[in-house]
């Protein structure tokens, strides 16, 4: 999908209708009455050869209080933050209203990019209702009929240039992971430019202090804080000169554990966070002093290890502990026993509210980026294979030998590596983990994720399945000789 696009407008001029017509399914509920959308629905649409994600949206009302209606427009307001384009809708039959007017005013500031469909406009009843809504200031608007399926030529001219651009935008902000490397290939990690900056999500619990941290590193109060938890909702990126290293940030709304997470709100957050670390170059797992190490830190840090992220975990909130040497003393023990797939991953404390720790925080980001691009050669991969061999063979199930032959990396972003062996579905899950902790341990590569495959290489004996043969053929040609003697 190469953009998303948000339907939004007044209840009942519309919006499912159209979100039908572009997804090819009657997947939404559609009635004359008003206020039968209430949850934001997504869906796959199509038109023409643009492919783009749709969000039909609860019909947005002047309520600003705790009801139904007021519920229902906060998550359409959160469509639109979320969505790139936003297309508004009005009923150009009935005409613009004020209440339009009060929308359009609020999209102008909001959106990104806005475009103003007059729906119902089939037919000269509506051609005054398509002139006024010139005055919303939007732009001209696209004369469409949702139900007849008239003006949807239209609505593809006006998606078509920024669909390119986004899925430009989208190819530039990719991080490239699993880079397939060759003898060729220089040492060193890929240095982040201006071009292509360091990708860092900080990711956690509810008020661990995640848009504090950023702040923080900005220098200023970018993003809103406070006590409460959950106030951030969906994943911003920012960019920034950190130490002068070119970084693009996330922050990212805090992930509670699934069973707990009822509102609908929340669900589009959590699922916002989880892009956000599929995005990601380098994950800050920040997990809260007084109450490190719960289960669901435990599953955000084993969702970006097995996304294949670079991984930091910062304890924040340090300054108000009053035994450091003994907590910290346990967090490495529990961090040891609790996520051995990360041994070795930098641990840091700091203070989001004091700056207290940044400058290590930022050490560890740049030193987990390097050994997530680390390469080894295949001389010294060898070397190393055939020692640890030596120290410990690899077991002989059912009496079958496995012979490690060769080693090589295929890999980095993060750093791969492929073994030749015999019987490669026999070799045990133990022994890949004693060769992986061997790669972290001695070519320094603590923390980051490591990909072992092992791959069944055929025999080069040459006189494999012909000895059998041999003797008989031998007796054929010596008999006749014998006999003569």
Known sequence: MSFTLAIVGRPNVGKSTLFNRLVGKRLALVDDQPGVTRDLR???????DLRFTVIDTAGLEEVTDESLQGRMRRL???????????????????????????????????????FLAANKAEGAVADAGVIEAWNLGLGEPLRISAEHGEGMSDLHAALMPLADDFKRTRTVETPLTDVDVSEDDEEGPRKPTGDRPLQVAVVGRPNAGKSTLINEILGEDRLLTGPEAGITRDAISLRLEWDEMPVRIFDTAGMRKKAKVQDKLEKLSVGDGLRAVKFAEVVIVLLDAAIPFEQQDLRIADLAEREGRAVVVAVNKWDIEDDKQNKLRDLRESFERLL???RGAPLVTVSAKTGKGLDR????VEKAYDVWN?????AQLNRWLAGMVEAHPPPAP???RIKLRYMTQAKTRPPGFVVMCSHPDKVPESYSRYLVNGLRVDF??????????????????????KTK?????????LSPRAHDK
């Open 42 to 48: 997504e869906g796959e649409a199509r038109l023409a």
């Open 76 to 114: 359409t307001e959160r469509a639109v933050d979320m969505a790139d384009i936003c297309l508004f809708m009005v009923d150009a039959r009935v005409g613009v209203t004020s209440t339009d007017e009060v929308f359009a005013d609020i999209l102008r500031k909001r959106a990104k990019h806005v």
């Open 340 to 342: 051995p797939q990360l």
């Open 361 to 364: 925080l930022r050490s560890a």
């Open 374 to 378: 680390r390469r080894v050669t295949t």
């Open 398 to 400: 059912g009496g079958r």
């Open 444 to 465: 320094d590569m603590p923390g980051t994720p490591v990909r072992l495959t092992m791959r069944s290489q055929s025999d080069k004996n040459p006189y494999k399945g």
């Open 469 to 477: 043969a041999a003797p008989s053929k031998l007796r054929k040609h």
